[in-house]
T-cell receptor, first 113, second 114 residues
Framework: GAVVSQHPSRVICKSGTSVKIECRSL??????MFWYRQFPKQSLMLMAT?????????EQGVEKDKFLINHASLTLSTLTVTSAHPEDSSFYIC?????????FGSGTRLTVV | QKEVEQDPGPLSVPEGAIVSLNCTYS??????FMWYRQYSRKGPELLMY????GNKEDGRFTAQVDKSSKYISLFIRDSQPSDSATYLC??????????????FGKGITLSVRP
C-alpha cells in the first residue's frame, strides 16, 4: 500500500524561529498533497493544497507568508512555519492522493516556546 | 449547518459489542466516502473507502452509504480494546487531484472496555 513519511514527528522551537516539516510519498508519485492542522480533540483543518510544480492553494484565513509550502518534486512537499509563535503550536499532518486514495503522514507536533 | 456532522461522543462500549458510528452531510456533490481511525498523536489511518451508495465489508468493519438520505455509517463487529481510537468520517466530490480535498467530520472517540 501507499506510504507517506512525515518528519520530524516532534519539534520544539523558540518563538521567532522557523521550522520546516517534510512530507514524502515513499512508493508512489503524488501530484497533490494536502496540509492539515489539528488542535487537541478537534478534527483536521485543511490549511492548503500543494501542487507539484506550481503554487500552493491556501484556505481562507491561512497566512500564506507564514506557512510556506513547496512541492518541488512528485514525492516531496514541505511546510515551513516562519517566525513561529506559541499560537502556532499544533499538530500538523500531510496527506497525499495516489492509487490508494488518500494516505496520511504520521503528523508533526510543533511546540513553540 | 456544517457540511459534515458527526455524532460528538465520546462512546464507551464493552469488548465484543457492535459499534455504530454515523455521519450526515449536506453537500450532494460528495461521491467518495471514507472512514479514518486516528490513535492519539498519530496521523489518520484509512479504514474504509467507498464510492457512491452501498455497503462495503472488510473483516470486522462494514461501511454503509445512503446518498438519498445523505447518511453514512461504520459498523465495527466484535469490538476490541485495540479499536479504542478517534474515528473520523471524510468525504470528497472527486477522487484525486487538486480539487479532491476532503471534508471531515469532527470525529468521535471510541473506548472499548476489556
Amino acid at each position: 500500500g501507499a506510504v507517506v513519511s512525515q518528519h520530524p514527528s516532534r519539534v520544539i522551537c523558540k518563538s521567532g524561529t522557523s521550522v520546516k516539516i517534510e512530507c514524502r510519498s515513499l512508493d508512489f508519485q503524488a501530484t497533490t498533497m494536502f496540509w492539515y492542522r489539528q488542535f487537541p480533540k478537534q478534527s483536521l483543518m485543511l490549511m492548503a493544497t500543494s501542487n507539484e510544480g506550481s503554487k500552493a492553494t491556501y484556505e481562507q484565513g491561512v497566512e500564506k507568508d507564514k506557512f510556506l509550502i513547496n512541492h518541488a518534486s512528485l514525492t516531496l512537499s514541505t511546510l515551513t512555519v516562519t517566525s513561529a509563535h506559541p499560537e502556532d503550536s499544533s499538530f500538523y499532518i500531510c496527506s497525499a492522493t495516489g492509487l490508494y486514495g488518500y494516505t496520511f503522514g504520521s503528523g508533526t507536533r510543533l511546540t513553540v516556546v | 449547518q456544517k457540511e459534515v456532522e458527526q455524532d460528538p461522543g465520546p462512546l464507551s462500549v464493552p469488548e465484543g459489542a457492535i459499534v455504530s458510528l454515523n455521519c450526515t452531510y449536506s453537500n450532494s456533490a460528495f461521491q467518495y466516502f471514507m472512514w479514518y481511525r486516528q490513535y492519539s498523536r498519530k496521523g489518520p489511518e484509512l479504514l474504509m473507502y467507498t464510492y457512491s451508495s452501498g455497503n462495503k465489508e472488510d473483516g470486522r468493519f462494514t461501511a454503509q452509504v445512503d446518498k438519498s438520505s445523505k447518511y453514512i455509517s461504520l459498523f465495527i463487529r466484535d469490538s476490541q480494546p485495540s479499536d479504542s481510537a478517534t474515528y473520523l468520517c471524510a468525504m470528497s466530490p472527486i477522487s484525486g487531484g487538486a480539487n479532491s480535498k476532503l471534508t471531515f467530520g469532527k470525529g468521535i472517540t471510541l473506548s472499548v472496555r476489556p
